[in-house]
């Protein structure tokens, strides 16, 4: 599906003196994310290797998309598109502008599931946009720091867009809501992944509204307490993986509204499996030191999901 709109004015910073040319051209690919990761909500996230494409292409005028694979029949193809206005954001920042420039999204991480396919949109135009920066050569690119920075404020959620940004796991925080800053983990080696994804949807806002104000101080001690043996069990003792997932600040207020995901991490973790909510949900995130086998598969199929095993990845790459 392809779409145009036609503007005769520069695209990207309002005062640039430097215009990138025409037929620049740079592909990147960029991993899904799980964040919290169990306790560790809005600051603990993993890359995972499931990866969406965005090619840019420069033109001489205009914004052009084109969608191909997931959700792609329920995305605007035009200046509106995410992915497109992370790549202006992209060119704001590098101090740079276009004539135009033609978009192509490739996309396999599923949208509304809770894997981070949001934020991958925003770091695939921005890193799209720094490496059309870098092969010009006349402005420096952006670094990890500014691409954790830009997604972080333009996309909202920090813990996925710097494992997006940075791979592996990720610590992140921030000066209230203007800073952003984030470490990326070593994993230990035998740590391995698993998601389980349902053909349901899921809102963020929906079941970040359903989080209360308030919550017990006990329960925030234990979260504490959980997240910092998180970085503990996925750096260094993976046989910490079960406690190091508990959680009691944000997955029991959302059960209401995600009742097989509730019932699957329930079986799993009574089956000594490490199963947390990914993200916002519906999908289910395992971490563990083995693969899982058919009986896992079929209890999750029961309940409506696919399993799929996947790799801890690496952050956005340019691969062309």
């Known amino acids: 599906m392809e779409t145009a709109m036609t503007n005769d004015a520069l695209i990207g910073h309002p005062d640039a003196e430097c215009i990138l040319p025409e037929g620049l051209s740079v592909r990147v690919k960029v991993p899904a994310s799980s964040a919290n990761l169990g306790p560790g909500f809005d600051c603990l996230g993993m890359a995972l290797a499931i990866y969406d494409e965005v090619a840019v292409t420069v033109t001489g005028t205009g914004i052009t ?8 029949d329920q995305v605007p193809l035009d200046e509106r598109h995410l992915v497109a ?42 890193a799209a946009a720094s490496a059309l920066v870098a092969l010009d050569g006349r402005r420096p690119a952006l670094d990890d720091a500014a691409l954790v920075q830009l997604s972080s404020e333009f996309e909202g959620h920090p813990d996925n867009a710097a494992a997006s940004v940075l791979g592996s796991a990720v610590v992140t925080w921030s000066h209230g809501q203007e800073s952003f800053y984030a470490r990326r983990l070593e994993l230990h080696p035998a740590v391995v992944a698993t998601v389980f994804v349902p053909q349901t949807e899921s809102s963020t806002e929906t079941t970040r509204g359903l989080l209360p104000d308030a919550v017990p101080r006990a329960d925030a001690v234990f979260n504490v307490s959980r997240a910092a043996l998180g970085v503990v069990a996925l750096t260094t003792d993976p046989a910490w993986l ?18 097989e995901t509730t019932r699957l991490v329930h079986s799993l973790r009574e089956r000594g499996h490490a199963a947390t909510v990914s993200g916002a949900g519906p999908s289910v995130l395992v971490l563990g030191t083995s693969p899982l086998g058919t009986h896992e598969a079929d209890l999750a199929a029961d309940l409506g999901f696919a399993m799929i095993p996947v790799a801890v990845a690496d952050g956005v790459e340019v691969v062309s």
């Open 85 to 126: 206005r992370a790549v202006v954001r992209g060119f704001e920042s590098a101090g740079v502008a276009v004539g135009g420039f033609h978009l192509e999204c490739r996309n396999a991480i599923p949208h509304s599931r809770g894997l981070g396919s949001s934020a991958a949109a925003a770091v695939g135009g921005l």
């Open 65 to 72: 998309v084109a969608v191909t694979g997931e959700a792609a």
């Open 242 to 259: 079960i406690d190091a997932t508990e959680d009691r600040l944000h997955q029991g207020y959302r059960e209401q509204a995600l009742p």
